[in-house]
Every structure is written in structure tokens, then in C-alpha cells.
């Protein structure tokens, strides 16, 4: 069984890429050392930083489509199993351990990320942005804990 400590890194990345799907890969990019290879790049970096921030904003717009839908659904399991897999794989643990744990918290991110974000704008009638705002802090916190 591998170390509890990247366990919970690769839950807590994919959980992440649950909320914001290019979030943990673009943090694992930046803080995760220079022992993940191609992500190491400095362009990779780059592009992946542009994304991430990309889809924070984009998130807030009215006619985002949910992140329930199963296309979007689909590549936030694919970008939380690929988080968890490098967390695993830095470590030197099993790498498919990662994979599945990052997927699978990657869909509970998005869902209790989503459903909580709903339920607390109809409870306080406040507009949606602001709980995505909130919801952005939390998976940047997090994320960045991880990804180190």
C-alpha cells in the first residue's frame, strides 16, 4: 500500500480537477518539482497555467454548460486519474492506485462542488459568480497543498 501522504495528494488533486477541470494539472505542473517529465517544461507550464486560469474565468459565465454533463464529466475523471497516476508515479508508488483514486474524486469534486454551489445560491439568493468564486479559493487551496 502506498504512503497515506501521496494518497491523499492524489484524492485532494483529483477532487480539484473535480471543481475546475484543469486545475490540478496545471498546479502539478508548477509545484510539483522537476521529476514529472514533459509537465517540467516551461511552455507546458505556461499553456496549462493560461487554461486553468482560462476556465476559472470561463466558469463564471452564464452559458458555461454544467460540469455534470457527461462530455465535461468524462475529461474531469480522465485530468483527476491523470493527476492521481503522476502524484503516484513522483512517488514511486503504484501508478494505477493514483489513477483510480484520482478519477473517482475527481467526480466528487464535481458533483459535491456543483451541488453544494446550488444549494448555497438558493439559500442566500446570492448570484452564482460569488459561490464560484468562493468554490475557486477552495480548489486553489487545496490544490496547492497537493500539488507540492
Known amino acids: 500500500m502506498p504512503d497515506s501522504n501521496l ?3 492524489a484524492i485532494v488533486l483529483g477532487a480539484v480537477s473535480g471543481m475546475r477541470s484543469l486545475l490540478g494539472l496545471a498546479l502539478l505542473a508548477w509545484l510539483g518539482g522537476p521529476d514529472l517529465g514533459w509537465l517540467s517544461n516551461f511552455w507546458v507550464r505556461v499553456v496549462l497555467g493560461l487554461a486553468a486560469a482560462a476556465e476559472i474565468v470561463n466558469d463564471k459565465l452564464p452559458k458555461t454548460p454544467s460540469r455534470l ?11 483527476g486519474g491523470t493527476c492521481g497516476g503522476l502524484v503516484m508515479w513522483r512517488g514511486q508508488a503504484t501508478v494505477w492506485i493514483g489513477i483510480g483514486l484520482g478519477a473517482l ?5 464535481a458533483v459535491v ?3 453544494v454551489r446550488a444549494f448555497l445560491g438558493r439559500k442566500t439568493g ?3 459568480p460569488v459561490f464560484g468564486a468562493l ?3 477552495v480548489a486553489i ?8
Open 113 to 115: 462542488g456543483s451541488k
Open 7 to 9: 494518497v491523499a495528494h
Open 141 to 148: 487551496g487545496l490544490g496547492v497543498w497537493a500539488a507540492m
Open 135 to 137: 468554490e475557486d479559493v
Open 105 to 109: 474524486s475527481a467526480a466528487g469534486g
Open 69 to 79: 454533463i457527461p462530455p465535461a464529466l468524462i475529461g474531469r475523471l480522465v485530468l
Open 126 to 128: 446570492l448570484p452564482d
